[in-house]
């Protein structure tokens, strides 16, 4: 694929046009000002505390069984809290009580611990066979079987 290919320059051109339309969106509300400062804090704390605190994690579990079992873990956990957050940012009207009637910060932490304790067990249960555990068909138990065979007869 060589740099002049025509489909680059089309893509290229859709970017920008994307971009002069979020310029403009932005230019458009009535704070604009207001959009900019979330738009950096947005940045700060990504680039600030997310993405560094992404790096030590998987820093942390690079070469540790279980690694991959573990990120998709957090990846689930992330998402999670990630989808609840503006629930839980939400400012609440006093007026209204139904309009967020459920204890979301309680209902968050059932659901990590729930994928906690799931991501926890399949661990062991992959260790156990890894081991050769004494569950049906897992190696311990046929060689047993083997054993008592051979020694029967």
Same mark, same amino acid.
Request: hydrophobic share 50%.
């Given at each position: 694929?060589?740099?002049? *290919? ?13 971009? $002069?339309? $979020? ?18 804090? /947005? ?8 993405? =560094? ?8 579990? /690079? $070469? ?5 079992? &573990? ?5 689930? /956990? ?7 957050? =503006? ?8 007026? *209204? =009580? ?8 309680? *209902?968050?932490?059932?659901?990590? !611990? ?30 047993? !079987?083997?054993?008592?065979? &051979?020694?029967?007869?």
């Amino acid at each position: 694929m060589s740099a002049t *290919n025509p489909a680059r320059y089309v893509l290229g051109g859709f970017g920008l046009a994307l971009i $002069g339309l $979020g310029g403009w969106l932005v230019a458009d509300q009535p704070a604009p000002l207001g959009v900019l400062v979330w738009l950096a804090g /947005a940045l700060v704390l990504h680039d600030g505390i997310i993405a =560094p605190v992404v790096l030590a994690v998987g820093l942390l579990l /690079a $070469g540790r069984a279980g690694r991959g079992l &573990t990120r998709g873990a957090l990846v689930v /956990a992330g998402t999670v809290v990630l989808v609840t957050l =503006p629930a839980l940012l939400a400012p609440r009207p006093a007026p *209204n =009580p139904s309009v967020l009637p459920l204890p979301y910060g309680r *209902n968050l932490l059932i659901v990590l !611990a729930c994928v906690a304790v799931v991501t926890g067990v399949t661990m062991l249960v992959r260790r156990q066979r890894r081991r050769g555990g004494t569950g049906p068909g897992s190696p311990g138990v046929e060689a047993e !079987a083997r054993t008592e065979r &051979t020694t029967d007869g």
